[in-house]
């Protein structure tokens, strides 16, 4: 019992997931999707639970899907709107605190070099659904290209999450087991997000040392640098480096 209350800790919202099951089923829908569409809310055990839900037919398969891939896309619109209205604070915010600017430069300088493809694997890497849209905020990137990608991930994230639940049908009867599948898919997705950053980020720098270049700062470090507060100062180009379309 122990355990299962440390591990419950984990994911505040776990205790939402009683209400999910008992409430009426507009309500579990409501609750999956005020759940998902704030970016750093734990919500894997409510999403898990919601695929055991539809297992057990209490809830369409489709419709949770939809719910939950649509509530994070907007989140996510809704985040890269934010660093485009406030890019002259975050750009001033990153002069102190060099951490979070050293983030926002290597989001920012991976947009402009893979587009949409990088747009879609840094939801996945840990606290990448923020720095990802603020990042394609403050450098304007476009937003329906950041949509597609958005959207993309989040159909994959929202699938194998519900999924999860949905094919594993242990999960209606033990609480804890649903509290550990739910943590264990983020914790397994974060792993894999991570491991996949340090080897690009090897990789690079072996390129970079073989060809004796220096990387070329993105708009957002080379504005920060010239410190410009004016946001049209550092609009992303229309077309990713080398003319290639995303």
Same mark, same amino acid.
């Given at each position: 019992?122990?355990?299962?209350?440390?591990?419950?800790?984990?994911?505040?919202?776990?205790? &939402?997931?009683?209400?999910?099951?008992?409430?009426?089923?507009?309500?579990?829908?409501?609750?999956?999707?005020?759940?998902?569409?704030p970016?750093?809310?734990?919500?894997?055990?409510?999403?898990?639970?919601?695929?055991?839900?539809?297992a057990e037919?209490?809830?369409? &398969?489709?419709?949770?899907?939809l719910?939950?891939a649509?509530?994070?896309?907007?989140?996510?619109?809704?985040?890269?709107r934010?660093g485009?209205?406030?890019?002259?604070?975050?750009?001033?915010?990153?002069?102190?605190?060099?951490?979070?600017?050293?983030?926002l430069?290597w989001?920012?300088?991976?947009?402009?070099?893979?587009?949409?493809?990088?747009?879609?694997?840094?939801?996945?890497?840990?606290?990448?659904?923020?720095?990802?849209?603020?990042?394609?905020?403050?450098?304007?990137?476009?937003?329906?290209?950041?949509?597609?990608?958005?959207?993309?991930?989040?159909?994959?994230?929202?699938?194998?999450?519900?999924?999860?639940?949905?094919?594993?049908?242990r999960?209606?009867?033990?609480?804890?087991?649903? &509290?550990?599948?739910?943590?264990?898919?983020?914790?397994?997705?974060?792993?894999?997000?991570?491991?996949?950053?340090?080897a690009?980020?090897t990789?690079?720098?072996?390129?970079?040392?073989?060809?004796?270049?220096?990387?070329?700062?993105?708009?957002?470090?080379?504005?920060?640098?010239a410190?410009?507060?004016?946001?049209?100062?550092?609009?992303?180009?229309?077309?990713?480096p080398?003319?290639?379309?995303?």
């Open positions: 019992m122990d355990v299962a209350l440390n591990v419950s800790s984990l994911d505040f919202t776990s205790g &939402l997931a009683e209400y999910l099951r008992g409430g009426h089923v507009i309500w579990a829908y409501a609750l999956l999707a005020a759940t998902t569409a970016p750093l809310v734990p919500n894997s055990v409510l999403l898990v639970t919601g695929g055991v839900m539809a037919g209490h809830l369409n &398969l489709a419709l949770v899907l719910v939950v649509g509530s994070a896309v907007l989140g996510d619109m809704l985040i890269h934010s485009r209205a406030l890019s002259g604070r975050v750009l001033r915010r990153m002069q102190r605190r060099p951490g979070r600017a050293a983030l430069r989001a920012a300088q991976r947009i402009q070099r893979h587009g949409v493809p990088f747009v879609i694997a840094v939801r996945f890497l840990p606290s990448g659904r923020v720095i990802g849209g603020v990042a394609a905020g403050v450098m304007r990137y476009p937003a329906r290209r950041y949509a597609i990608g958005a959207g993309v991930a989040e159909i994959v994230w929202a699938t194998y999450s519900v999924g999860a639940g949905y094919v594993s049908g999960a209606a009867s033990n609480s804890f087991y649903a &509290l550990s599948l739910g943590l264990g898919i983020s914790l397994a997705v974060a792993g894999i997000g991570m491991l996949a950053q340090w690009s980020r990789r690079e720098r072996q390129q970079s040392r073989a060809a004796g270049e220096v990387a070329r700062p993105s708009t957002v470090v080379a504005a920060s640098l410190g410009a507060t004016d946001s049209d100062a550092f609009v992303c180009p229309t077309g990713p080398g003319g290639q379309g995303t």
